[in-house]
């Protein structure tokens, strides 16, 4: 079983899920969108999400789906991984997407999930990572970008990078020097997926 990939005549279908600015999202607009990959769909589950002005701009289809909009999480993730379905997607990207997603959609797109995590995983998973990661002391901070799976945090590995920050004053001060690893990375790993080089969970 192969991961997801382009064809020389036809870029990857890529799906994003954001919750906020969606600065991550714009990095694979500007890069790999038109190019290797397509960014044909955004699900938000925030209605003012910034993300949405952003796909909006580039033509991205976008669709809400407010939590309080459907009885149960599993609902809601039925409902994002079928619309998903619907738009073709191969490979799902979580750029800042703040919803813990459910085994219905894990289930839906198993090993075709890929999402940005500000710390060096296994260390720090979860939420608040660049807290916990400050409050550990540490100097060395980093960004790994993986695959996602039924865990927290807990799918293989597929590219990480780091930076020293001797004294880092604050999470926000940590972040801005996070992002840009998170620009570069999420795309290459989009590249990768392109080029047929992701495989799924247990079969690399």
């Not at 999400?49 to 976008?62: C, H």
């Not at 695959?147 to 999470?171: E, S, Y």
Request: proline share 8%; charged share 20%; glycine share 10%.
């Amino acid at each position: 079983m192969s991961g997801p990939s382009a064809t020389p005549s036809r870029p990857l279908r890529v799906g994003v899920l954001a919750s906020g600015e969606g600065t991550n999202l714009q990095a694979l607009l500007d890069t790999v969108h038109g190019h290797e990959a397509e960014v044909v769909a955004l699900a938000c589950d925030k209605p003012d999400a910034r993300a949405l002005i952003r796909a909006a701009g580039a033509g991205v289809p976008t669709r809400v789906f407010p939590r309080a909009d459907h009885p149960t999480r599993e609902d809601r993730d039925a409902a994002i991984a079928a619309w998903l379905g619907a738009e073709g997607v191969e490979l799902v990207v979580l750029a800042g997407y703040m919803a813990i997603l459910t085994p219905v959609f894990v289930g839906a797109f198993e090993g075709r999930i890929v999402n940005v995590h500000p710390s060096l995983l296994p260390a720090f998973p979860g939420i608040r990572a660049i807290e916990q990661a400050i409050a550990h002391g540490v100097e060395v901070f980093g960004v790994t970008v993986h695959l996602v799976d039924d865990g927290v945090d807990t799918g293989r590995i597929l590219l990480q990078d780091a930076v020293r920050i001797p004294g880092a004053p604050d999470a926000a001060a940590v972040h801005d020097a996070l992002r840009p690893l998170e620009h570069r990375l999420l795309p290459e790993a989009v590249r990768r997926a392109a080029r047929g080089e992701l495989l799924p969970a247990g079969d690399g």
